[in-house]
């Protein structure tokens, strides 16, 4: 087996678990960083209700909501 080292001398190599902890760490942030970058909610709401939540929308929300049900419907 041919032996890993570091890039720079002077650092340790990471181990197998510590690459994954860290990997882990990345999506966290990534994933914490997508969440605040766009507004997210969870309807269970009768239908109606969404329609009448609809109408209370401006015209940059309405375009938002149309892009993704486009995307959606592409799927």
Do not use: Y
């Not at 902890?21 to 969870?42: G, S």
């Not at 239908?47 to 401006?58: E, H, N, P």
């Amino acid at each position: 087996m041919k032996r890993k080292s570091a890039h720079e001398s002077d650092v340790e190599v990471m181990s197998a678990g510590e690459v994954r902890e860290d990997a882990q760490q990345v999506a966290n942030v990534l994933r914490q960083n997508l969440l605040k970058a766009e507004p997210a909610v969870q309807l269970q709401v009768p239908l109606s209700t969404f329609l009448s939540a609809l109408d209370t929308l401006g015209r940059d929300e309405l375009l938002i909501v149309r892009q993704r049900v486009e995307e959606r419907l592409a799927e």
